[in-house]
């Protein structure tokens, strides 16, 4: 098993930004590919991004590149999503999420383990 908790959402101005952060429980992290996906009111959850357990491979919404950047540090079994120039349209729910083996980096059912989220409110 695998908890998953969410800290570092808020509210922040248009064009401001905010760091997200996601702690793992469990010894195999490093194993895990890591992922933030994002849910309006009113609209179905999305990927935002991800990481595979090696870190190198990572993949982007095209809404948010060269915006967000997603990195993980095995030694704290963190996860983090750095989210700059944010605009309203980022407002939402962020949710974590892991899995082992993740076949489709962006598909929400490649991955088993989610946490809480925490919201995201960007004000224009």
């Known amino acids: 098993q695998v908890q998953l908790v969410e800290s570092g959402g808020g509210l922040v101005t248009a064009g401001g930004s905010l760091r997200l952060s996601c702690a793992a429980s469990g010894r195999t992290f490093s194993s895990y590919t890591m992922a933030w996906f994002r849910q309006a009111p009113g609209k179905e959850r999305e990927i935002v991004a991800a990481i595979r357990a090696s870190g190198i491979i990572t993949y982007y919404a095209d809404s948010v590149k060269g915006r967000f950047t997603i990195s993980k540090d095995n030694a704290k079994n963190t996860v983090y999503l750095q989210m700059n120039s944010l605009k309203p349209e980022d407002t939402a729910v962020y949710y974590c999420?892991?899995?082992?083996?993740?076949?489709?980096?962006?598909?929400?059912?490649?991955?088993?383990?989610w946490g809480q989220g925490t919201q995201v409110t960007v004000s224009s």
């Open positions: 999420a892991a899995d082992f083996s993740a076949p489709i980096l962006a598909h929400r059912s490649s991955y088993t383990y």
